[in-house]
Every structure is written in structure tokens, then in C-alpha cells.
């Protein structure tokens, strides 16, 4: 048994450094059952979560503490990508969910509404990006619209040719402006992702997660691969890097993510805003009231 305080050394490394995107990876190769980095088990991870969870919070709450006691104006950008069943919505639930919703800003990006459809793709991008001392959580994103859109020719080629390119300046501008991006690339086997929809067919509960043209979208896998590995090459930069997240065992996919949310918010260097007041002054004047 591993004792909690030798539990983060069951990272070999940041798993950042097994994750990142390097030239030359292919989607083709990817190994969804693989625990790139992780040495312990299923049951270590259950062990660990809890408390990274916790860490992950209290850093959560301190880049929401400096956005109001101070003029820091930096946020962190989650970007979750990936075909359905992916465990994105798993993400969200169990590990997002342990920080405090008041500093998180949530969106999830489906088939563009009447009114998103007017304006252009990054319309409704922009005005869901996290205020200062947030974190935004993106459920799909921009990305649909090199990979979706790609694939069933909703666009012209040369109009989904410009984005890769046009993402990349956006993304360049907000991480200049402050906001740290953390894209995470999950990947579930085709094998894993029937056994996961034929759950949800299986459980009244999850019927609403089911959703009849997902077997269409399976059986496109081919040229999803294609966008993906397209997506990967063209807008993996060294400001927002994307992260290949191997999803069939969902303990690790969340620790993995977990992890590159740690990870960043510790780059950010946090600390607890100063008190703008007499601390001892105001002891004894609330001691008097
Ligand atoms: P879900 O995440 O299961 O709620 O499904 C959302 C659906 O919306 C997925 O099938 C996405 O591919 C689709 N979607 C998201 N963004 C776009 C887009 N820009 N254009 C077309 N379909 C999209
Ligand atoms: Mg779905």
C-alpha cells in the first residue's frame, strides 16, 4: 500500500512532458489504453484524485483571491477536444468540479445556434473566454470548426484551409493578454467507445447522453483522424501546446488532465493577496463592536 504522502511521486515526470504533441505523432499510433507516466494503478489513482483535487481547488481559489485583491488580471483557458465518449463531460464533473464554481466559467459548444451562425466561428468563442482570476472550461471549441466542419464539408475547404492559421493568432493574442491555454486532445478506441455507447443504451440514466447520430460520427472515424492529426500538426504551438490524452481508462485521463491544471497554475507563481487593511487595527476595532 502507498502512503498518501509518496502518492505524487507516482508521476515518473510532469505528465506534461509525456503528453505534449511533438512532431512526427500520429493519432494513428495513439495507444488510448496506455498511463503515459503513471506508475501506480486504478486503485492508487482513486487514492490520489482526492487529494489533488484539493490542491487543484485551494490554487483555484487563489487565482480568483488575486483577480479581487490585487490587479492581476490572468486567467487559464481548459480547451476539452474529443469525439463523444471521450470522457470530457467526466472532466468537467470530477475534476472541474472541485474547484468553486464561482471562478469557473463553463461552456460547452454545440451545433452553432441560429444567431452563432451569423457571425464568424470565433464570435462565440470570444464571449465565452474567462474573466480575470477564472477558469473557462471549453467542451468542444473553435477546434469543431477545423474538425466537424472539415469533415462533413460544412465549409469550403479554403475557408477551414484559413483557420488553423487564424486560431493560432487568436490563441497567441489571449496568451499575451494573460489567459494561460491548456488544450487537451482525448482519445478513446473505437472498442471502447461501443462499449461506452451501448452503456448508455443500456441505462436509462445515460440515455440522455445518447444521441442517435453518434454512430454516424463513428463511422467517420477515419477522416476524424485525418482533422485530428491536421489539428494537432497545425495549431500545437509552443504558447499553447496541445496535450494527447489517452482516454479508454478514465482514471487516468482525469488524473492526466488534472495534472496539466496543477501544473499551470503552479507556473503561475500564486501566492494570498495582502490584507489593503490594518489587520491588528481592525482586531481591536472589531473586538470594540
Ligand atoms: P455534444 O458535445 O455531445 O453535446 O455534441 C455537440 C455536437 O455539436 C457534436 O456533434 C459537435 O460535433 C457539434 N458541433 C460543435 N461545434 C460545431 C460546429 N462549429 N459546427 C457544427 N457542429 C458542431
Ligand atoms: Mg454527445
Given at each position: 500500500m502507498t502512503s498518501p504522502a509518496d502518492l505524487?511521486?507516482?508521476?515518473?515526470?510532469?505528465?506534461h512532458e509525456y503528453l505534449v504533441f511533438r512532431d512526427g505523432d500520429k493519432v494513428a499510433n495513439i495507444d488510448t489504453s496506455a498511463t503515459p507516466?503513471?506508475?501506480?494503478?486504478k486503485s492508487d489513482a482513486a487514492e490520489l484524485q482526492p487529494e489533488r483535487n484539493e490542491r487543484f481547488a485551494q490554487l483555484q481559489e487563489m487565482l480568483y483571491a488575486n483577480s479581487r485583491g490585487t490587479d492581476d488580471t490572468r486567467s487559464v483557458l481548459l480547451v476539452l477536444q474529443g469525439?463523444?465518449?471521450?470522457?470530457k463531460g467526466g472532466i468537467v464533473k470530477h475534476v472541474v468540479g472541485a474547484?468553486?464554481?464561482?471562478g469557473i466559467r463553463y461552456t460547452g459548444f454545440g451545433v452553432p445556434t441560429e444567431e452563432e451562425r451569423k457571425?464568424?466561428?470565433l464570435w462565440r468563442i470570444r464571449r465565452a473566454l474567462p474573466p480575470a482570476g477564472h477558469i473557462g472550461v471549453f467542451d468542444r471549441s473553435h477546434f469543431e470548426d477545423v474538425l466537424v466542419v472539415r469533415v462533413h464539408n460544412i465549409v469550403p475547404p479554403e475557408v477551414w484551409g484559413r483557420r488553423y492559421d487564424e486560431i493560432n493568432r487568436f490563441e497567441r493574442k489571449l496568451v499575451e493578454d494573460g489567459t494561460t491555454i491548456i488544450k487537451a486532445a482525448m482519445f478513446v478506441s473505437l472498442d471502447e467507445q461501443k462499449a461506452r455507447l451501448s452503456e448508455r443504451l443500456d441505462r436509462p440514466d445515460k440515455y440522455w447522453k445518447y444521441n442517435p447520430a453518434d454512430v454516424d460520427e463513428r463511422l467517420r472515424w477515419p477522416a476524424y483522424q485525418e482533422a485530428y492529426q491536421a489539428m494537432l500538426e497545425r495549431t500545437s504551438t509552443d504558447y499553447a501546446p496541445w496535450h494527447v490524452i489517452p482516454c479508454d481508462r478514465k482514471w487516468y485521463s482525469r488524473l492526466a488532465i488534472l495534472e496539466l491544471l496543477i501544473e499551470a497554475l503552479e507556473g503561475l507563481n500564486l501566492s494570498w493577496p495582502p490584507a489593503d487593511f490594518d489587520v491588528k487595527a481592525e482586531k481591536k476595532r472589531l473586538a470594540n463592536a
Open positions: 505524487p511521486k507516482l508521476w515518473t515526470h510532469e505528465p507516466g503513471f506508475k501506480g494503478k469525439m463523444d465518449t471521450a470522457g474547484a468553486n464554481p464561482q457571425h464568424a466561428y
